[in-house]
Each structure stands twice: as C-alpha cells, then as structure tokens.
C-alpha cells in the first residue's frame, strides 16, 4: 500500500519511497540494554522534569547508534509543542550540518493544554525520528519518507525496547 502522496512524487523518489516501504523491521543486535532507560521514561515524564527525560532519551538513542554503528544523534528536549492551524509538532530531525552531528528536537508538552506527552506516544515520537537517522545513515536513502514500512520499523524499535507494547503481548 502506498499513501496517496505517492502519485505527486517523481520516478525517482517514487523508487526511494518502494524501498523504504519495502524495509519493516530494524533488528537491534541487543535491545536488553535499553530497556531499562525506556521504562524509566514513565516516571521521567510524570515527574515532569526535562532534563531527566532528555538524558533518558540521549541514552536511548545513544544506545541505538552504537548498535547499529551510526554517526552520533544530538537530542534536545523542549517545552510546549509549537503549533499552528497545522496542528502540533511532534518531533523533528535535523540532518548533520556543517560538521554539526544530526539532531532530533522533542516536546515534551502539547501545544493546547501544556500537559506533559504520555509515554508511549513520546517514545515512539523519539523512535520516529530516530527510524529518520536510519533512513540517512543506514539505509543510506537520499531521501526519508512516511510509508507503511518506515511506520512498521518504528513499531518494531518500539517492542524491542516495551515488549508489552507489542499488541500480540497485551491479549489474553
């Protein structure tokens, strides 16, 4: 299935979006590591306390880089999510500049009532933009686009880090 953005794009990025919607999982070589820095997310976001959960983060995605051999990622976490008749923004990645190691910036609040992101939609903001990184760095893509796949490699970081959070894991 190809989203509906698809059409507008040239044969060549149409080539770069099939490959990527190809690819759905990225196997970390030893996801044990980070578990605990993802679960300790939760109480870092309740306690509301940004540098705690940018740390928290930065170890996360460090964890992640060096097991998939990737030039290190800067991670900055911000306030209150900019927003516009758009809606609110999430996270975003910033490719290397200038010498400059690649950043992703988060928001750990919504933009409409300042209340703190809940932790599943956090972490997988950050894995978002991380699966970013890994279009560039390890994929090598020119480019990195919103497919099925790219959505399916976030989800499969995600249950490497919160097996819980795998739906197979949560029925009884």
């Given at each position: 299935m190809v989203f509906d953005y698809y059409k507008r794009l040239s044969a060549r990025r149409q080539s770069i979006y099939r490959q990527s919607d190809a690819i759905t999982v990225v196997s970390l070589p030893d996801p044990l590591?980070?578990?605990?820095?993802?679960d300790a997310l939760v109480e870092a976001l309740?306690?509301?306390d940004r540098s705690v959960v940018q740390r928290l983060s930065q170890t996360i995605t460090d964890g992640i880089v060096a097991q998939m051999k990737l030039p290190a990622l800067r991670i900055q976490v911000l306030a209150v999510r900019p927003s516009d008749d758009w809606g609110e923004l999430h996270g975003l990645?910033?490719?290397?500049?200038?010498?400059?190691?690649?950043?992703?910036q988060l928001w750990m609040r919504t933009a409409k009532h300042k209340r703190v992101v809940a932790y599943k939609s956090f972490l997988r903001t950050?894995?978002?933009?991380?699966?970013h990184h890994l279009d560039y760095e390890f994929y090598k893509f020119?480019?990195?686009?919103?497919?099925?796949?790219?959505?399916?490699?976030?989800s499969s970081l995600l249950y490497q880090l919160v097996p819980a959070a795998r739906p197979e894991a949560v029925r009884t």
């Open positions: 590591p980070l578990r605990p820095s993802a309740k306690s509301e990645y910033l490719p290397e500049e200038e010498g400059k190691p690649a950043k992703i950050l894995l978002h933009e991380v699966c020119p480019e990195t686009f919103h497919t099925e796949g790219f959505y399916s490699r976030e």
